[in-house]
Each structure stands twice: as C-alpha cells, then as structure tokens.
C-alpha cells in the first residue's frame, strides 16, 4: 500500500484530467471511480489513478482552491526525446515557467503548467538512476521562505523510513534567495521521493488546499498519531483534512475507507459520508458503525 498520496483538488474537470495523464504514462491504470452525493459541493467525482506505479487521487469538488507552482510534479526521463514528448502533450493549451532548454542541471529540463493549472516539471536525468518517476516538490514561498529544510527535517521525524539527502544551497549573488537557503533537496518519506526548494522571489500564490497529501493508516492510534503531529491550524480541521505549521495541507485517512467508498451500494455510500462529514479527525469505528447501519 503507498502511504501518502498526492491529493489533486479540481473544479469539475477531474475525470477528463485523469484520462489525459493516464494516457501520458505507459502501464497507467484507472484504480476507482465514485461519485459522491450529498456533500457541501454537491455530487463530487472522486477518482483513483496509478501513473507509471504511482497513486494520485483526484477531486471534482467546485471551484474553491486553484492549483500553483507550490506544489509541482517533477517527471525523470531517461532521454531528451522522452522529456521534448512529455513536453509538447503537457504544454498544449498550458504554459511555460521556466522553458525547455539546457541546464548546469540537466541537459534538458522545462518547468510548465498544464490546461488544468497543475504544475510539472520535466527533467532527464542524465546518468542518474530513476527509482521513481514522480516526484511531489514543494516550493517555500513567501512568508514561509527560508522554511524548507525545517519543514522537510519536520516530516522526516515523523514518518518512517525517511531520510533527507544532500542539501544544494544557494550560492553568494544569488538574491533575493540567501546562501543558507534551499535551491533543491530530496528527501524520502516512508520510502517516497519528494523533493523542496526555497524562492525569495515575489510570488502571489502559496501552498493551499488544491494540492494536498494524503497518508492512509491502517489503525486509529495511527490516525491519531499523524494528526497530532501535523494538524497546527484548528480551524483548517474537516473531514480528515488539516494544515501544518508551514501551510500545508495533509489528509489523515483510515485505509478501509477505500473499500467503504469503492461500494456501489448507494446507501451504505450515503450513510458513510454523513458521518464523516460531521468529523474533523476521522474515527475509524463511527465510520465502520455508520457503514454497517
């Protein structure tokens, strides 16, 4: 089971945004779709994907938060032909943010935003071996400038098997950004890749809850172990959903509620999602109660 999982927030376009990236990456399987009734948005679609081995899960749930580059995906290519590929089906009615071009980095790399607002970046990776092929990367903007490796040293201490890698910072003339700043880090998070960065530059977006993470427990010590770690914003508290003291956003989910949501049966569907919508924390035995009303 992948613990965390990217967690991607979309107006109404959820559905066809799945079928585009499932088709971008060889081997990619719809997992599950499920509409949901009865919510503050409405019937939501929520689905399930797997890209190239990994799970993202995406949401159609009206038009409250908007995708930025705080949060991008960044895609290891073996070749430059696979990065220009990507490029030209990513690019189309998007935009570039930094263009495709050779890099000290990397002898071909372009960061884009997609026709949906999400943010890749697209990077061969040359000599270096590709153990996973997306990688989540959170941008430190703003008032949390400077923040990154706090943050990412944060996480680390709270989930297992993890371990922060060799820290690139910035160098003298590099303003706005200081030296003891974060230009690139990976990190590994329950055996998962992400990555982080520092940017002093004037930005007008920040984390927020488009993009979010969700970390699937088996137990309820465990949901209340994660929860307590990261939740630094009561009110921000719905639903399963909180915000760290950075900013960002997490999803604290029990994992049989995959089961409970991939029921077809309308009405345990129904009864499920009244009792987690009155919940901030999610309990796992009113959740199983509701279910098997």
């Known amino acids: 089971m992948q613990k965390i999982i990217p967690h991607l927030w979309f107006d109404k376009e959820a559905d066809e945004a799945s079928r585009f990236y499932l088709s971008l990456f060889e081997g990619s399987i719809l ?7 009865g919510t503050p948005s409405g019937s939501v679609d929520m689905i399930t994907i797997e890209l190239a081995g990994q799970e993202f899960m995406l949401l159609s749930a009206g038009p409250l938060f908007k ?20 490029w030209g089906k990513l690019i189309e009615k998007g935009a570039a943010l930094m263009p495709l071009d050779t890099y000290p980095f990397s002898q071909k790399y372009g960061w884009l935003v997609d026709k949906y607002g999400l943010s890749w970046q697209i990077m061969h990776m040359g000599d270096m071996g ?13 008032d949390q400038c ?5 943050a990412i040293r944060f996480y680390s201490t709270i989930f297992e098997h993890s371990s922060v890698g060799d820290i690139l910072r910035y160098g003298e003339g590099a303003a706005p950004n200081k030296p003891k700043m974060i230009q690139h880090v990976d990190f590994t ?12 530059y004037e930005h007008n977006f920040t984390f927020n809850e488009a993009i979010s993470l969700v970390v699937k427990c088996k137990t309820q010590a465990e949901i209340d172990y994660y929860w307590e770690k990261l939740s630094a914003v009561p009110e921000a508290e719905q639903c399963g959903w909180l915000k ?5 956003s997490w999803q604290i989910v029990p994992a049989i509620m995959d089961e409970m949501m991939q029921n077809k049966d309308a009405k345990k569907l129904a009864q499920v999602t009244e009792a987690f919508l009155k919940m ?11 279910y098997e009303r």
Do not use: H
């Open 31 to 37: 997992k599950d779709k499920t509409i949901l009734s």
């Open 67 to 86: 995708f930025t580059p705080s949060v991008s995906f960044r895609i290891a290519c073996s070749s430059s032909e696979e990065v220009e590929g990507l």
């Open 130 to 142: 590709i153990k996973q092929k997306i990688t989540p990367t959170l941008m430190f903007v703003g």
């Open 146 to 150: 400077g923040n990154a490796e706090d």
């Open 189 to 200: 998070l329950n055996n998962q890749s992400f990555s982080a960065m520092d940017s002093a």
């Open 244 to 248: 760290d003291k950075y900013g960002f």
């Open 280 to 290: 901030k924390k999610f309990e796992i035995s009113k959740l199983i109660e509701a």
